[in-house]
């Protein structure tokens, strides 16, 4: 439901950096729930260059990288990722999912 409406948006470049930001996150997110990890990463790698202003936000989106990375078996990038993510949870919020994602790299 959420990716139906936000696909109806047509120019989202037309918005202002950090607007387009979020909804290329919000984008991949709702992607990613429906499994189309491809298009889901490309939005997200979209959200983070055109600049993510939250630490958190930032995190989410490696850290859903990184998962997407090793679900292809591309350990190294998914490492990079997952790195990244942990230098910028700085609340310590993602904990958690962080963890799991390194259990299942271990696993690799």
Known sequence: MAEKILLKVKHPENMMKSQEAYYYYLLGLTQAQTHQLNLAEKSLKKALSTGLR???DQAMAK???AGFYLSKRNKKLAKVHLMDAKKL???KMLTPQIREVENMMKRI
């Open 63 to 65: 850290l859903s990288l």
């Open 89 to 91: 949870d700085k609340q």
């Open 54 to 56: 939250l630490n958190s």
